[in-house]
T-cell receptor, first 112, second 117 residues
Framework: EAGVTQSPTHLIKTRGQQATLRCSPISGHTSVYWYQQALGLGLQFLLW???????NRGNFPPRFSGRQFPNYSSELNVNALELEDSALYLC???????????FGPGTRLTVT | KQEVTQIPAALSVPEGENLVLNCSFTDSAIYNLQWFRQDPGKGLTSLLLIQSSQREQTSGRLNASLDKSSGRSTLYIAASQPGDSATYLC????????????????FGQGTILTVHP
């Protein structure tokens, strides 16, 4: 069974640009989560999507947004990139909001 | 606000030793608790999930316990091996008053484990 996949693996952007990160959940999983892991800040929850709807949002500014598609894949968009957005962005999926979360390999975003 | 603390921050042990990693959380209204390992620059691998109604879970050489009332969980690793070297993270999902999940995992800062031959 294929795990959670994320693309791209690495992304280099300039301050002020927009970044789009993509995630495909495990087959059969309807919930997708996004987390940010920045140096020194640990893992922080960004967004939770389930059945195409945003269910919960972490303490991040509105320039972090996303969506979930009918096939349950998801994308995370970060607008007006700032240097401190440089981090590993991890996507996870689960059968529901109550279930075990499985993580993808992450996208390393570097903002210069 | 839920806070998760892991002790110790780092641990270095010789191969073969049994070890215990500790996790504490401030809000006992949790839905479940997960233990993960993370290798440098990689994603997270789920090790064990304990539902709030359970006391422990076992998988191979790993055993995790949960004491909701005291806000503590421990991960026991038996007969450690160099391949166990990684960062170990615990995370909790909070439940709301209606018993449904907020979905988000709140993570501790992790314990960096080094097992040397």
């Amino acid at each position: 069974e294929a795990g959670v996949t994320q693309s791209p693996t690495h992304l280099i952007k300039t301050r002020g640009q927009q970044a789009t990160l993509r995630c495909s959940p495990i087959s059969g999983h309807t919930s997708v989560y996004w987390y940010q892991q920045a140096l020194g800040l640990g893992l922080q929850f960004l967004l939770w999507y389930d059945e195409g709807e945003e269910r919960n949002r972490g303490n991040f500014p509105p320039r972090f947004s996303g969506r979930q598609f009918p096939n349950y894949s998801s994308e995370l968009n970060v607008n007006a990139l700032e240097l401190e957005d440089s981090a590993l962005y991890l996507c996870a999926s689960s059968l529901s909001g109550f279930s075990e979360q499985y993580f993808g390999p992450g996208t390393r975003l570097t903002v210069t | 606000k839920q806070e998760v603390t892991q002790i110790p921050a780092a641990l270095s042990v010789p191969e073969g030793e049994n070890l215990v990693l500790n996790c504490s959380f401030t809000d006992s209204a949790i839905y479940n608790l997960q233990w993960f390992r993370q290798d440098p620059g990689k994603g997270l691998t789920s090790l064990l999930l304990i539902q709030s109604s359970q006391r422990e879970q076992t998988s191979g050489r790993l055993n995790a316990s949960l004491d909701k009332s005291s806000g503590r969980s421990t991960l026991y690793i038996a007969a450690s091996q160099p391949g166990d070297s990684a960062t170990y993270l615990c995370a909790v999902i909070k439940s709301n008053a209606g018993g449904t999940s907020y979905g988000k995992l709140t993570f501790g800062q992790g314990t960096i484990l080094t097992v040397h031959p």
